[in-house]
């Protein structure tokens, strides 16, 4: 962890501080603390079974630590939890909606428990996302149920967005636009806290990055130190001979091997010099692949203070 | 909360439908002496069993075949049904997330589940007492309508307690399958209590313990209402709404 993380309970929209949580049948979180300072887009990054929702949960109320505390908007998570969840949306992991209703429906009646907002206030955002909101939710798509549980969380414009793996099972159309909803809001100057397994999500849309793996953060980082760290995979067939130590003396290159025309590059950083030189050779093929979450992480393990 | 109107419907018309069958049997018995001979042979324990003095009259036959076990039953098990599902259900769908994520305390959403559950109850007594009260006299039933609003309201009260307790059992515990198992049990065995005792005289001291004692046990078609009785059910059922936030309250939702 960087120093910059723990000091910071003062002032922080949210604060996680030793927090453990142990679920009967196994699974949980262990000793967790971090913290995310307002109007910052907070991503958290981990494989399924990390502990993202569970954190998340912890956070709203929902299930109780057993031991730690949390702290929102410098309030007491349990004892203020009413006065937090006033100023707070969520997009819950698994979206479970009333099925039986429409979406105006459900939205009148949350918007009601939330203290009668005006409904132009609803109305904007679900045009927006083109929303039908006169169809019972049974018969919408996933993805349309989706936009309803984000039109949920964002109306009334919360002070704190939970948004738990907010785009998972979205087609790229429908991504693009809750990743524009989480930049207006971070625009705003509102926090936003996201949960993801995707890399390239959290890199798009989120300021500081926190990994989480088996119920523990590993790291947590600035978006380009780990943009940084993540080292693109460059894979390239040249019809002509290359000469490797040409590729290996390039700015980010960490591994380099060429072998019969083939050429394996491991970079970091910009991925500008690499191609301004593979621009200047035969190319039958090329693939560069951004790494994956695995990879990511066994990074950090590597080299635990690179 | 509105979710339950259309099955709230269907119960409604189920009960009415029993009600018109019952009554339209009525004429064939009413005043009918060899039906009356045939039910003075049957031994004493039996009559107490199943209710069967007076039954060739307007009350007898009411409470035998409508309030001696089916009617109220039928509101149990749709009070206990209904109750389990309100907040075990939701955990269940796990639509609770998004509820509770609305600045509402726990407390609040199990009182109001609960007014919901009392609502519901209310209309199915309700629609019980004007079916029977309505149509009765069509099929020569006379019962009056201060007789029947005692019975039904027994009835009601009973229903409610049961519901409240799966609600309860649901809030603590999360589990429909659980709260319906437990209220649906003790209901049983209340009935089965306040029944047998009538004729187990070493059951009669325990019989106070038993709600449906207190219901309708003390035959409130002929006797009317019994103030005492029926604070014994409403105090029940209050503690139990307290004791379903007290759980509510602590626990780790839809895990
Ligand atoms: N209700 C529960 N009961 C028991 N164990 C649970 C429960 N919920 C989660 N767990 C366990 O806790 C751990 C963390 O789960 P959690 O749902 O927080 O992970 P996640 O990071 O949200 O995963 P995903 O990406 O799959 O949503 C897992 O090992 C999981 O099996
Ligand atoms: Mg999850």
């Known amino acids: 962890m960087t120093g910059d993380t723990l000091d910071r309970s003062e002032g922080a929209t949210i604060f996680l501080d030793h927090v453990t949580k142990h679920y009967r049948s196994g699974g949980g979180v262990d000793d967790l603390t971090l913290s995310v300072g307002p109007g910052e ?4 990054l981990g494989p399924n079974g990390a502990g993202k929702t569970t954190v998340i949960r912890l956070i709203l109320d929902l299930i109780r630590p057993d031991s730690g505390s949390i702290r ?12 937090i969840r006033r100023r707070l949306g969520y ?5 479970a909606l009333y099925d039986r209703f429409t979406a105006r429906e459900v939205l009148t009646h949350f918007a009601h428990l939330r203290g009668g907002l005006e409904w132009s206030k609803i109305a904007t955002p679900a045009e927006q996302m083109q929303l039908d ?6 018969t919408m798509s996933k993805g349309n149920r989706q936009k309803v549980g984000l039109v949920a969380a964002f109306m009334g414009d919360p002070e704190l967005l939970l948004l738990d793996e907010p785009t998972s099972g979205l087609d790229p159309l429908v991504q693009q636009q809750v990743h524009g909803e989480v930049r ?8 936003v806290f996201l949960s993801s397994h995707v890399l390239a999500e959290v890199g798009e849309v989120a300021d500081r990055v926190g990994l989480i793996r088996n119920g523990r953060i590993i790291a947590v980082e600035r978006v380009t130190e780990l943009q940084h760290r993540a080292l693109h995979q460059v894979d390239a067939t040249f019809s002509s001979p290359e000469d490797e130590s040409t590729f290996r003396s390039l700015p980010g290159v960490s591994t380099c091997t060429l072998t019969d025309h083939v050429l394996h590059l491991e970079v970091s950083g910009s991925l500008r010099p690499i191609v301004e030189r593979l621009a200047a050779t035969e190319l039958t093929d090329l693939s560069i692949r951004e790494p994956t979450l695995e990879e990511l992480f066994l990074s950090f393990y590597e080299q635990p203070n690179a | 909360m509105r979710e339950e109107r259309r099955s709230l419907i269907g119960w409604v018309a ?24 045939l039910l003075d042979a049957y031994p004493e324990p039996l009559k107490k069993l199943f209710n069967l003095a007076d039954y060739t009259t307007g009350a007898g036959y009411l409470r035998t075949e409508v309030f001696s076990f089916m009617a109220p039953l039928l509101i149990a098990i749709f009070a206990i049904i209904w109750g389990s599902d309100l907040i075990a259900g939701e955990e269940e769908r796990r639509t609770i997330d998004l509820l509770l994520a609305n600045p509402v305390t726990r407390r609040r959403m199990v009182i109001e589940k609960w007014l919901a559950l009392l609502t519901g109850t209310v209309l199915l007594s309700a629609s019980l007492e004007l079916t029977l009260g309505l149509l009765g006299p069509a099929f020569k039933l006379h019962v009056g309508w201060g007789p029947l609003t005692a019975v039904v309201l027994g009835s009601g009260l009973f229903a409610l307690a049961f519901g409240t307790l799966a609600l309860a059992v649901g809030a603590a515990t999360g589990s429909r399958a659980v709260a319906r198992g437990v209220a649906t049990m003790l209901a049983v065995a209340t009935y089965l209590l306040s029944t047998l005792a009538q004729i187990v005289t070493w059951l009669r001291p325990v019989q106070p313990a038993s709600l449906w004692y207190h219901a309708l046990g003390t035959d409130p078609l002929s006797s009317g209402f019994h103030a005492g009785h029926l604070s014994i059910l409403v105090l029940t059922t209050i503690v139990i709404v307290a004791l379903a936030a007290l759980g509510f309250e602590r626990r780790d939702l839809a895990t």
């Open chain 1, 72 to 83: 929102v908007f410098g309030r007491d998570s349990r004892r203020d939890s009413v006065e």
């Open chain 1, 41 to 44: 887009v907070f991503g958290f």
């Open chain 2, 14 to 37: 189920g009960l009415l439908g029993f009600c018109v069958i019952m009554l339209s049997m009525y004429p064939t018995i009413r005043g009918n002496s060899g039906f009356a001979k």
């Open chain 1, 133 to 138: 909101l006169d169809r019972p939710l049974r």
């Open chain 1, 184 to 191: 207006r809001a971070a625009a705003e100057g509102r926090t």
């Open chain 1, 91 to 95: 997009v819950p992991g698994e979206l």
